[in-house]
């Protein structure tokens, strides 16, 4: 599969892309207007961003946790559940008069849920797409994702200008209803990839099994610190350019879509397999720049190839899937997001806490050094073979194990 027009030919595809735009255009809406809402009621930025990013350190507690769902349970099911819950939750949110610890609460148990969408929606895609439409297919959906989180902010900015924090959340909750039903309505009823009742302690199993060998462990950590750190960088947008640090976003978000289109669609399987380690350092490289002074148009540009980059990450997922068995290959993915999603969290807050020392575009350059000296490391465990074909790992069977427990 190398076209688009093949991709959207597969059956539910169409209807996993249309509810997966709606959710992230949602989640979007939803972190813009709770920010916006807590700073106004709390004077905090620290509260105002932890109302943005606490979501992801919930995630994390997910993974741990919740994480098995992803593989015991009919894709379909979770998935409209999972858009159901964000939009009840989106919809708490706009009661008037909520306690701030409730607010909270509901952010803490949206990012629980969270957790375990990603896994489930990108384990099905795996089902729905041929194995060479994995590569295709996700880059879709990320570059879906970039897109629609850039009109996110720009309809939540032309919202909160023009209507109140809460009206902007109910939009945001109509959204993910919205999601719920195309995903109720278009997809069709999977069993389970693995029976079982899901569990901390499976979840615990299962994640244990994947870090276990070294071949998973260094694409896994190769997916979360390097890329982590550099999302410290664009975190400092705003304090080294603040009357252009959205030009700085725009650009990096177009950058990373260029670079996932690219992937995706132009490059044959021998030319990702070659192009993962020039990648994993262009990410990082480029902000090296940053310790001088840049004018807006160069910082752009420098911003921009420096996210192509993170197309390394859809490469290596392709490498993961050859590593892993089927079986539990939601969870496998799930982790990876929410590791992704929580090393972007300690990055972001690394560095601010360096600029609180040093001038951002120090900062940034410090951050890229970091990425670099992690990228470095991993690099002798992500070496292919001769034959360039990655080693098949051995198969999970402790999970399949404790799965098939009553």
Request: glycine share 10%.
């Amino acid at each position: 599969m190398r076209t688009y027009r093949e991709l959207f030919r597969t059956p539910e595809f169409t209807p996993l892309f249309a509810a997966s735009c709606a959710q992230v255009a949602s989640t979007t809406l939803n972190g813009l207007a709770l920010a916006t809402l807590v700073y106004a009621r709390t004077d905090s930025p620290l509260m105002a961003a932890l109302s943005m990013f606490g979501p992801f350190f919930a995630e994390l507690v997910g993974a741990a946790t919740l994480l098995s769902v992803a593989d015991r349970v009919p894709p379909r099911a979770a998935l409209t559940l999972t858009a159901l819950a964000g939009g009840l939750g989106g919809s708490v949110l706009t009661v008037p008069g909520l306690p701030l610890w409730a607010m909270f609460a509901v952010i803490l148990a949206l990012g629980l849920v969270g957790s375990i969408g990603g896994g489930v929606r990108y384990g099905l895609l795996n089902e729905i797409v041929p194995t060479n439409g994995y590569v295709l297919g996700r880059s879709v959906l990320n570059i879906s994702v970039g897109a629609m989180q850039i009109a996110g902010f720009a309809l939540g900015g032309i919202l909160l200008a023009v209507v109140s924090p809460r009206a902007t959340l109910a939009i945001s909750a109509a959204l993910a209803f919205l999601a719920a039903l195309v995903l109720r309505c278009g997809l069709s009823a999977r069993p389970a990839r693995v029976s079982g009742r899901p569990s901390v302690a499976a979840t615990w199993q299962v994640n244990r099994h994947l870090l276990a060998t070294p071949a998973r462990r260094a694409v896994y950590l190769a997916m979360w610190v390097p890329n982590g750190l550099v999302v410290g960088c664009e975190a400092l947008f705003v304090p080294y350019a603040p009357r252009s640090a959205a030009a700085l976003f725009v650009t990096a978000a177009l950058g990373m879509l260029l670079g996932d289109l690219v992937a995706g669609r132009f490059m044959s399987p021998q030319i990702r397999l070659r192009c993962v380690t020039p990648l994993r350092f262009a990410l990082a490289l480029p902000y090296l720049l940053f310790v001088m002074p840049l004018s807006t148009p160069i910082a752009a540009g420098v911003v921009a190839v420096a996210a192509t980059g993170f197309a390394s990450t859809l490469l290596l997922q392709e490498r993961l899937m050859t590593l892993i068995g089927a079986e539990v290959r939601g969870q496998a993915l799930g982790l990876h997001v929410t590791g992704m999603k929580a090393m972007q969290a300690v990055g972001a807050t690394a560095a601010g806490l360096l600029a609180q020392y040093l001038p951002a575009g120090t900062a940034m350059a410090v951050m890229a050094v970091a990425s670099l000296v992690v990228t470095s490391m991993l690099s002798p465990a992500l070496r292919l073979p001769s034959n360039g074909t990655p080693p098949p790992g051995p198969q999970p069977a402790p999970a399949q194990a404790l799965a098939e427990r009553p």
